[in-house]
C-alpha cells in the first residue's frame, strides 16, 4: 500500500504529493498526520490518498515512519474540499492545507491532540526494575502521585527510561483530550416570539439549497438565524454561522452564547494560538456544535453540518485578498452540496451579483420588508456640501448636522459620525461644480495617488495628470483625499466642550478587546457621539443612537472601481440602520458634494431594488461583472526585471489564448499595478475582461499559461475587490 503525502510547508517547490509506503505495522487512513522523512530532515505530512500501485520507482520509495494521531486530522469532506479549492481558485494545496489545520499543530509544531498521562500499573513489582536508576526515580515520582504528564517524566528522568517502563508495561497511558472550558455567558436569553415575516422567512427554507434572506437592517435577522440552528440542532446536526468580523459585532457573539450555551465554539481573529486550537479541538471531537466565526470559520471540522449562515452577505470580508485567495461563498456551497443542507446567506443590501442570480433563480428569495419592532427606518435627508460652500461654509460639518447634534445632546441622546475611510487611495473632485475625473477607456472613476501625483485607472493602467483645474468649469477649488476621524473629533469637541466624544478606528482599537471597551463605554454615555470608520457601520444594536451623521458619503462612490456605487448605497443604508432602533425616532443627514447622484435618491428611500435595477443596467451596457468577468493575474518579486521578463513571457502565452477566443475576450493588457512596490516587491499585472460565455474554460486556459515554475508570486484572482 502507498501514501500520497503533502508536506506540511507552503513552499511552490514542495507543492505536489509524495509518495510513501505505508509498513505493515502502521494504519494508515485518509487524512492522517504521518511523520515521513524527507531529504536529509523528518517532516511531517498529511496523508490526502491511499493506493495500491506508485507511478514512482518502487524500490527508492520509503517508508512512513510514523502515524503522529489516534484518528485522521483532515476528515474526507475536507479532504474532497481541499481539492475543489484547488481546482477552483487555483492554489497551491500546501498553502490550502493551512487553512485546514490550526497553527499549532503544523510545520512541525508537534503537538498531540491529546495529553498523555502516565501512572503506575497495578501489576507493578519492583524487581522489574532492578538497577536502572532513573527508571526507579520516576517509579517513586509515580508513587507519591496519582498520574504524571508523559513528557513531564521524559523531561524529568529522560526518554530512554520513562520509554523503558513504559514498554515493561510498568507505565501504563492514559490518554485526555485537552480541552479548555469554553467561557460561558453571563448574558439571559432574551425570549423573542417570531412575528409573521420571520416566521415565513424560517419556514421557506427547504432542506437544501441556497437563500438569500434580505431583510431591512433591524428586521430581525440574527433571530431567524437562531431558530434555523435550533432546528438542525434537535435534529442532531451541526451549524456554521458566519459573520464579518466578530470583533466588531461582540452582540452577536453573546446572542449566541445565550442561546446555545456551550455549544457554541467562536473563531476569529483576536484569539490566540493556543485558544484557536482548543475551540478547533471541541468542534473536530463534536464537543462545539455551532461554531459562530469570522470567514475561516468555513473550515471548521465539524460533521454533519445541517446549516450554513452567512450574515452579512455583502461584506468584502468574505473575500480573502490575501494568500490563499478564496471566496468564502464558494466554499460554503461547496460544503452544503456536500452535507446536502441549505446556505443561508442574509444581507439588508445584498451584492448585485447574488440579486442578479435570484433574479434568474439559482438562488431562493426570502424578504423581510419591515423592522421587527414594526418602527419606521430613519429619514435620510440629503445635504448638499457645494450649497454649504456657496454659503460660505467651508468646514466638514453642514448647519443641519450642527443644528441636528445640538439636538441630539439636549436631549441627552446619543449621535454617530460615520467617516469613511478605505484603503490608501482617493479621487479628484471639483468643489464648484461636482466633476470627477473618468477613464476615457473605462468608464470607472480614476484613482488619486499622492506618491507620484498622478490620477490612475485601476482597469487599464491608464494614467493622467493631476488636476489643479477643473476641465469642466475652470474652478481651482479641486477637493482630494478625506478627513479623517481624528480631526472631526478635535472639531466636534472645540464645538461641543462638554460633551463625551468617542473614536473608533484602526488606530484606538488595536489593543485586544479595544472594540468592546470603546463600544460599552459609548453604550453608558448619555449624551454621547461616537465618530468611526466602516467599524461603526455593522451590526450594533444601540437604542439611544437618534442620529447619524454621515461625513462624505462620496468617499466611496468614487473609488475608481465598478462596484464603488454598490459598496456606496450598501454602507449609507448599513450605517443609517443604525439609527432609531428602538422607542426613539432616527434620522439620518448625508452630506455630499454629488447630490443628484442616483445612489442617493435610491439609498434616501431605502429603494434596494431601484438601486439593483439602474445598477444592472449600467453593468449590462458597460459589461462589468456580473455580466462579465475580470481576470486580474498579479506577478509579485523584489527584482524588477524578473517580474517584467515573466509577465512578458506569459503575456504572450495569453496572446494566443485571445486569438482562440477573439469574440470572448473583450479586454486584455499588461501593466504595473497601480500600486507599484509592496514591502519591496515590484508589482506587474494582466487584467482580462471576457464574456460569461465558455468563461469557465478560458479561465482555465489563462490559468495554464501562469502555470510554469516562475521566480515571482502569481496571484490569481476573478472579479478582485480591489486592482491597485
Ligand atoms: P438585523 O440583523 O436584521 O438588522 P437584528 O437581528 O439585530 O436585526 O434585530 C433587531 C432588533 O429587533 C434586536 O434588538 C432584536 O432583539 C429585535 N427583535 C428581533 N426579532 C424580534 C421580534 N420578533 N420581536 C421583537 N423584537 C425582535
Ligand atoms: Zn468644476
Ligand atoms: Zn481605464
Known amino acids: 500500500m502507498f501514501a500520497s503525502v503533502i508536506i506540511d510547508q507552503d513552499t511552490k517547490a514542495l507543492d505536489k504529493v509524495f509518495d510513501y509506503r505505508v509498513p505493515d505495522k502502521i494504519e494508515i487512513q485518509n487524512g492522517d498526520r504521518v511523520l515521513v522523512s524527507f531529504g536529509a530532515r523528518m517532516m511531517q505530512g498529511f496523508v490526502v490518498e491511499l493506493k495500491e500501485k506508485t507511478d514512482y520507482d ?205 455549544n457554541v465554539a467562536v473563531l476569529h481573529s483576536s484569539l490566540s494560538a493556543g485558544e484557536r486550537f482548543d475551540e478547533w479541538k471541541r468542534l473536530f471531537f463534536g464537543e462545539a456544535r455551532v461554531v459562530v466565526g469570522a470567514r475561516s470559520a468555513i473550515f471548521a471540522p465539524l460533521d454533519k453540518v445541517g446549516i450554513i449562515i452567512i450574515d452579512e452577505q455583502h461584506e468584502q470580508s468574505y473575500i480573502s485578498e490575501s494568500n490563499p485567495r478564496y471566496d468564502t461563498f464558494e466554499i460554503a456551497k461547496f460544503r452544503a452540496e456536500y452535507n446536502n443542507c441549505p446556505l443561508v446567506v442574509g444581507s439588508a443590501t445584498p451584492s448585485v451579483d447574488i440579486y442578479e442570480q435570484a433574479k434568474h433563480g439559482d438562488v431562493n428569495l426570502i424578504e423581510i420588508p419591515t423592522r421587527a419592532n414594526g418602527k419606521e427606518l430613519p429619514k435620510i435627508q440629503i445635504v448638499d456640501m457645494m450649497n454649504e460652500l456657496r454659503v460660505g461654509n467651508s468646514g466638514i460639518f453642514s448647519s443641519q448636522l450642527l443644528s441636528d447634534l445640538a439636538n441630539v445632546i439636549n436631549e441627552k441622546k446619543q449621535a454617530m459620525i460615520f467617516i469613511n475611510r478605505r484603503g490608501f487611495s482617493s479621487f479628484m473632485m471639483c468643489r464648484e461644480c461636482g466633476y470627477v475625473a473618468k477613464c476615457e477607456a473605462c468608464d470607472v472613476n480614476l484613482v488619486y495617488h499622492r506618491e507620484d501625483n498622478r490620477l490612475k485607472c485601476h482597469y487599464c493602467g491608464k494614467q493622467y495628470r493631476a488636476l489643479d483645474r477643473c476641465p469642466n468649469c475652470g474652478s481651482d ?89 454598490e459598496r456606496c448605497f450598501q454602507l449609507i443604508t448599513q450605517v443609517s440602520g443604525r439609527a432609531g432602533r428602538s422607542q426613539s425616532e432616527g434620522k439620518v443627514v448625508l452630506q455630499t458634494y454629488s447630490p443628484r447622484h442616483y445612489v442617493y435618491k435610491f439609498a434616501a428611500n ?119
Not at 468580523?245 to 442561546?259: C, D
Not at 482580462?688 to 501562469?706: A, G, V
Open 58 to 262: 518502487e524500490k527508492k520509495i520509503k517508508n512512513i515512519v510514523a502515524k503522529m494521531d489516534e484518528q485522521p486530522i483532515i476528515k474526507p469532506e475536507m479532504l474532497q474540499l481541499m481539492k475543489f479549492m484547488c481546482e477552483e481558485f487555483h492554489l497551491r494545496l500546501t498553502s490550502v492545507l493551512k487553512l485546514f489545520i490550526p497553527s499549532e499543530i503544523r510545520e512541525g509544531k508537534i503537538k498531540e491532540l491529546f495529553v498523555k498521562w502516565g501512572k503506575l500499573s497495578k501489576s507493578f513489582s519492583a524487581e522489574q526494575i532492578k538497577n536502572a536508576k532513573s527508571q526507579k526515580k520516576a517509579v517513586e515520582a509515580l508513587q507519591n502521585k496519582a498520574r504524571i504528564k508523559i513528557v513531564d517524566l521524559k523531561k524529568e528522568f529522560g526518554q530512554s527510561a520513562v520509554k523503558a517502563l513504559i514498554e515493561k508495561g510498568i507505565i501504563e497511558i492514559e490518554m485526555e483530550r485537552c480541552l479548555r472550558k469554553p467561557f460561558s455567558s453571563q448574558q439571559e436569553d432574551k425570549k423573542i416570539i417570531l412575528n409573521e415575516l420571520q416566521k415565513r422567512a424560517v419556514e421557506s427554507v427547504g432542506e437544501k439549497g441556497v437563500y438569500l434572506l434580505h431583510g431591512v437592517t433591524g428586521s430581525g435577522k440574527t433571530e431567524v438565524y437562531m431558530n434555523l440552528i435550533a432546528r438542525v440542532l434537535e435534529k442532531g446536526q451541526n451549524a456554521i454561522m458566519l459573520v464579518p468580523e466578530i470583533s466588531l459585532t461582540p452582540q452577536v457573539m453573546a446572542n449566541f452564547k445565550s442561546r446555545f450555551g456551550d
Open 477 to 565: 477649488k479641486i477637493k482630494q483625499g478625506a478627513v479623517g476621524t481624528e480631526r472631526v473629533v478635535s472639531e466636534l469637541k472645540e464645538i461641543f466642550p462638554n460633551v463625551k466624544i468617542l473614536r473608533m478606528d484602526n488606530d484606538t482599537t488595536s489593543r485586544k478587546n479595544g472594540h468592546e471597551k470603546i463600544l460599552s463605554e459609548f453604550r453608558e454615555s448619555k449624551p454621547a457621539i461616537l465618530v468611526g470608520t466602516q467599524m461603526i457601520a455593522k451590526g450594533h444594536d444601540f437604542e439611544d443612537v437618534v442620529l447619524v451623521g454621515i461625513i462624505d458619503a462620496d468617499q466611496s462612490l468614487y473609488r475608481g472601481d465598478y462596484r464603488s456605487t
Open 606 to 724: 431605502y429603494d434596494y431594488k431601484g438601486f439593483f435595477k439602474k445598477e444592472e443596467n449600467l453593468r449590462k451596457t458597460a459589461l462589468f461583472p456580473p455580466f462579465s468577468k475580470i481576470i486580474r493575474i498579479l506577478f509579485a518579486h523584489p527584482d524588477e526585471n524578473v517580474v517584467r521578463d515573466e509577465l512578458k513571457m506569459c503575456y504572450n502565452k495569453l496572446l494566443k489564448v485571445r486569438e482562440k477566443y477573439f469574440d470572448e475576450i473583450i479586454y486584455m493588457d499588461a501593466m504595473k499595478s497601480p500600486v507599484k512596490k509592496i514591502k519591496n516587491s515590484f508589482r506587474y499585472q494582466i487584467v482580462i475582461r471576457l464574456l460569461l460565455k465558455n468563461s469557465r474554460e478560458i479561465e482555465n486556459e489563462i490559468f495554464k499559461c501562469t502555470d510554469d515554475n516562475l521566480k515571482s508570486s502569481v496571484f490569481f484572482e476573478v472579479n478582485p475587490e480591489s486592482m491597485s
